[in-house]
């Protein structure tokens, strides 16, 4: 039987009879009767409940300054070292790294996770307590336009110079191997971070973009300065784009021009409505060129690429006007900004007229970071939800006995592990390809992953995210627990750097360049991970549904092909979620069919299988891409098929 229980940490849902005009007591007994018909008690069950009614009522009596029932008795949630609590990582290395480079990575890696713990944790708090401020002007009306960020954000770009999270890639230590271990050092670094996880993308964008143009002389000091170890040296870079009329539009939505002066540099003029980290030391950026007349070329081939220093030798703004700093649902720690550029000196570093293709080696670099920020969000989040279970106590058990409760983070669970090997695999192609280690079949894969798994990856950490919140009740939705901080900065991974729908155009445009070479590649690829499973009888399941879902996509490809070029623009992001799903299987599935693969690793690989691999096939069996149901959209959407004034 039960026995009527107010809580101790909240009134009562049913019966607040202050708001009655009732004494407490009456009230209390108003409550009771309610609350407790159709159930009965034993006597020491009733005395248990009598006691605890008045004890709730004394409580209540009480001047608030000495009600102890006020404060809420709950033990945080502590994880420890993130390296060495992260058994997947840890596996995953230990498969893939020759064993003199797993020594050492791991080595720096434990290290830097106490470093983490220790030292950059209350700095990344202390990031988003204190977020930058404009001053426009100072105390005697001269304009400074200065962007204030606080003392943890400083130190944060130091240690990031100490732990070469840029460097490390280019100094290229353990050659091929480089990129994996910068990746994984940015994936334990980015949820304490504090929002600088941001601005190292782009650096790391930058310096990729010159060293792809070879390092010219003039940009010799630029590259030195952005892959530097030493914190008095170490650049950021930013990385501005979006315009007033844009966002990936940048062909016809960019306005900034560029007028040649006499000594060879250039002049920039134009808004530029949304730049990330605008204290940084220095920018990349697109303009187009003006002529002798003044004339600009529109479209993408009117594009050029420009290196600019924010400011000059005496540190004040290069001829650049701060209009205001962007409010930001996430991502507060950071400075974003509308700027003037009213003159600002540059140097053209592209080819004139290459712009876009000079800076595509930016992009791809930021999308990758943007898959790390994704992933180490995921896991930080089931982290915490992981140690909650272990302390919270509910209908009268730890949450980590509550089967639907374990059910559900175990599925949030099989989605990063999906994840986080779709992460190490572009870092491990992107190794090749940098070492001149990367064959044809790499680089194509390469170009198809990048954009799949930040679309796909984005997509995921929302979701998790904010499942994972829900695990922790209403202290989720607590500030002061730094879990909505988490969720608010996750919320921008899936439109940072291209939106879901944009990239799965690009991902249309990879198959389309490489006369459908990529797409042979990603299928014999995936065949020869499922090979490594054929001895592996517990993964015969998953190995199964794996080659159906080959066996479906292969069709859909040859059927789509017969029709309007719209069906495979409406199938984009259907088939590009196919692809992630088909291929994280395949890397679980591998991950899984090692001798030393552990009980988990099994049931992650056939759990991920047993969602729908091939939602693209689906839906195009389902007529979804058919022009009529197109037109039902916009039908659905509007009421009727809108005219072409009202879009």
């Not at 353990?174 to 940015?186: D, E, I």
């Not at 010799?220 to 784009?241: C, E, I, V, Y």
């Not at 220095?282 to 003044?294: P, Q, S």
Request: hydrophobic share 40%; glycine share 6%; charged share 25%.
């Amino acid at each position: 039987m039960f026995a009527c229980r107010l809580p101790l940490w909240r009134s009562s849902a049913t019966c607040k009879p202050w708001q009655l005009g009732l004494s407490l007591r009456h009230g209390w007994e108003r409550c009771q009767a309610w609350s407790c018909r159709g159930f009965s008690t034993t006597a020491e069950q009733g005395q248990q409940v009598n006691m605890q009614q008045n004890q709730v009522l004394e409580d209540l009596e009480m001047p608030v300054a000495r009600r102890e029932t006020e404060n809420l008795f709950q033990e945080r949630p502590e994880t420890g070292n993130q390296y060495l609590e992260d058994a997947l990582l840890r596996s995953y290395l230990k498969a893939h790294l020759p064993p003199k480079v797993l020594e050492e990575v791991s080595q720096d890696l434990e290290r830097f996770g106490n470093r983490l713990l220790t030292e950059v944790k209350p700095l990344g708090w202390e990031c988003e307590l204190n977020p930058p401020v404009f001053r426009q002007y100072d105390a005697w009306g001269q304009r400074v336009d200065h962007i204030i960020t606080c003392s943890a954000w400083k130190r944060m770009k130091e240690i990031s110079a100490e732990e070469g999270l840029i460097a490390e890639a280019y100094e290229r230590r353990y050659s091929n191997w480089s990129r994996v271990h910068q990746a994984v050092k940015l994936y334990l670094f980015s949820t304490t971070s504090g929002g600088f996880n941001c601005p190292l993308a782009m650096t790391d964008g930058a310096a990729k973009v010159i060293e792809s143009l070879g390092i010219p002389a003039s940009l010799k000091n630029a590259f030195d300065h952005l892959t530097s170890r030493d914190p008095k040296k170490f650049w950021t870079s930013g990385q501005w784009m979006t315009e007033r009329r844009g966002g990936s539009d940048v062909a016809n939505g960019t306005e900034t021009v560029a007028r040649k002066q006499p000594d060879g540099t250039y002049r920039l003029y134009g808004f530029k409505w949304f730049t990330s980290a605008a204290d940084s030391d220095v920018t990349l950026t697109l303009a187009r060129i003006a002529d002798a007349e003044g004339h600009v070329k529109q479209g993408s081939s009117g594009l050029s690429l420009f290196f600019l220093k924010v400011r000059d030798e005496d540190k004040k703004l290069n001829n650049i006007r701060v209009q205001r700093l962007k409010d930001k649902l996430g991502t507060r720690q950071m400075a974003t900004a509308e700027l003037w550029l009213d003159g600002a000196e540059a140097e053209l570093i592209s080819a004139e007229g290459r712009g876009v293709a000079s800076i595509s080696n930016m992009l791809n670099i930021s999308r990758i970071h943007n898959v790390i920020g994704a992933v180490a969000s995921m896991r930080r989040m089931i982290s915490l939800s992981r140690e909650y279970a272990l302390k919270r106590v509910v209908f009268g058990k730890l949450l980590k006995d509550h089967p639907l409760h374990m059910q559900t983070i175990a599925r949030m669970e099989v989605q990063t592990r999906g994840a986080f090997l779709l992460l190490m695999e572009i870092a491990r192609l992107l190794g090749l390809a940098e070492t001149n280690m990367a064959s044809e079949q790499d680089q194509l894969l390469l170009r198809l992953l990048v954009p799949v798994a930040k679309l796909y990856t984005g997509k995921q950490a929302s979701a998790t995210v904010i499942e994972a919140m829900e695990c922790f009740g209403g202290q989720g939705y607590m500030e002061d627990t730094g879990l909505p901080v988490i969720v608010r900065d996750t919320l921008v991974l899936s439109i940072w750097e291209g939106t879901t729908n944009i990239l799965s155009l690009d991902v249309l445009r990879s198959l389309t360049k490489s006369q459908g070479r990529v797409i042979a590649v990603f299928f014999s690829t995936v065949q020869k991970k499922l090979e490594l499973a054929s001895s592996t009888a517990k993964l015969e399941p998953a190995v199964k549904q794996m080659q159906d879902a080959i066996s479906r996509l292969t069709q859909f490809i040859q059927g789509a092909g017969s029709k309007e070029a719209v069906t495979m623009e409406l199938a984009a992001r259907d088939f590009s979620y196919s692809l992630a799903r088909i291929y994280a299987g395949a890397l679980l599935i591998e991950h899984a069919s090692r001798p030393d693969a552990s009980a988990a690793d099994v049931s992650a690989a056939r759990r991920w299988c047993n969602q729908e691999l091939c939602p693209v096939a689906t839906e195009f069996k389902n007529s979804s891409y058919d022009a009529e149901e197109s037109l039902m959209d916009s039908s659905l959407v509007y009421g009727s098929p809108p005219s072409t004034s009202r879009l």
